[in-house]
């Protein structure tokens, strides 16, 4: 367990596949140190809504079994009703494990964990020469490709430690996480980041921060000579920047529908990002104009810097195969119409908080098929109203 949250067990599916339960809010635990363990109802809430949204956007994530009240009270900014989140994920096995073994442990204790860790999450490295390197090299790439997912929708998760950071690469932890509106490379929303360690454009760094702090827990475990060990290590985060970058652009440059990638197309990313930024342009809406051709925001078909950069990217997607139409083909898999946007995501949960259940049931539809358009959900395209996000602040809710 941790200051909230307890594993209750292991539990083998029908088709043999092994998940963690866990309870998260349900009072204090031997890891709480100050905290009282508990939860409020609206803060598991957002755990459940958020970990839907990310599971229906194809990001790897724990799932909420259930969300159920306490009948007692929570003390945090005000007084709230208490609730407990089930959640189930692949392991709740972190980045903070390993950590807390090699400060806490024998080496023989972190090899037992990195052995267990292997036979249960990659089974397929029990045939490396060097397990300690290759299980690395591995959650490195699993980090990579879920920052890479968390950039695409524009998720920030607001406070990734390295307890908070799942050696099997799924999203956990919703606490102060959310969904960016305009685009801000230095967006924060969490209440407790206030120097901007984990805002939307650090969090492959943070990543790789994190990835560090697993290198150094499995050490002695590369090679016994010390030395040695943390020149095989450098090696591998030698690549990280490369090749954190190619999978950057690489999906970027499927949100704007390019088919055969060229290096120099990374500047007509770049382009838009700077045009987005300077504009305050929603971040979401800005793909999704490019994938309808405009006909759906108006306000962005009459900016004239995007216009011109329109004008280039009509040029290069032209080369595609069937030019705009294989564009649109491959946006559509990468570019949400919908995402949880902030000001709908209070609504709901403040009316859910107090009893009423229909603006969270009809956001939790709508985030169900977040890559549709429907009419009927238009009024959940639009960004909150100017002004709502100068003060909007999200919390972890201990």
């Given at each position: ?156 998760h607001g406070v990734m430690n390295t ?176 995402i949880p946007r902030n000001h709908n ?40 109203a100017t002004g709502f996000e100068d ?8």
């Open positions: 367990g941790d200051g909230r949250a307890i594993v209750l067990g292991e539990q083998i599916t029908n088709d043999n596949k092994r998940f963690d339960i866990q309870l998260k809010g349900g009072g204090r635990t031997p890891y709480s140190r100050g905290g009282d363990g508990n939860a409020t109802l609206k803060v598991m809430l957002r755990e459940y809504l958020m970990s839907e949204a990310m599971h229906y956007l194809q990001i790897p994530t724990s799932r909420s079994l259930a969300v159920y009240t306490t009948g007692e009270h929570v003390y945090r900014q005000s007084l709230h009703l208490g609730a407990v989140v089930v959640r189930v994920m692949q392991s709740h096995i972190r980045i903070g494990t390993f950590e807390f073994a090699s400060y806490m442990c024998q080496k023989e204790d972190v090899q037992a964990l990195l052995n267990y860790t292997i036979e249960r999450l990659f089974p397929h490295l029990k045939e490396k020469p060097n397990q300690a390197l290759a299980f690395l090299e591995e959650v490195m790439a699993l980090q990579i490709q879920l920052i890479t997912n968390w950039m695409r929708v524009g998720f920030i307890d908070n950071v799942a050696i099997c690469g799924e999203t956990f932890d919703y606490g102060p996480c959310s969904f960016m509106n305009t685009y801000n490379p230095k967006t924060v929303y969490s209440s407790i980041d206030v120097n901007g360690r984990y805002a939307f454009a650090n969090q492959p760094q943070i990543a790789k921060w994190n990835l560090a702090k697993l290198a150094q827990a499995i050490l002695p475990l590369i090679d016994d000579n010390e030395k040695t060990a943390v020149e095989i290590a450098q090696k591998c985060f030698d690549n990280y920047d490369k090749t954190w970058f190619d999978a950057y652009y690489n999906m970027m440059l499927n949100k704007i529908g390019i088919e055969s990638k060229k290096l120099e197309d990374r500047y007509l990313v770049d382009e838009l990002l700077l045009i987005m930024k300077d504009h305050q342009l929603d971040y979401t809406n800005t793909f999704l104009s490019l994938q309808d051709s405009f006909t759906l925001f108006e306000d962005l078909h009459s900016n004239a810097a995007l216009q011109a950069w329109v004008v280039k990217w009509q040029d290069r997607v032209s080369e595609n195969v069937s030019g705009l139409a294989t564009a649109v083909s491959i946006m559509k898999l990468y570019n949400p119409v919908f995501v209070e609504k709901a949960l403040g009316d859910a908080s107090l009893g009423n259940f229909d603006a969270f049931n009809s956001l939790l539809q709508v985030l169900k098929e977040p890559y549709s358009y429907n009419t009927e959900n238009e009024g959940f395209l639009h960004p909150p003060t909007y602040q999200t919390f972890c809710g201990t």
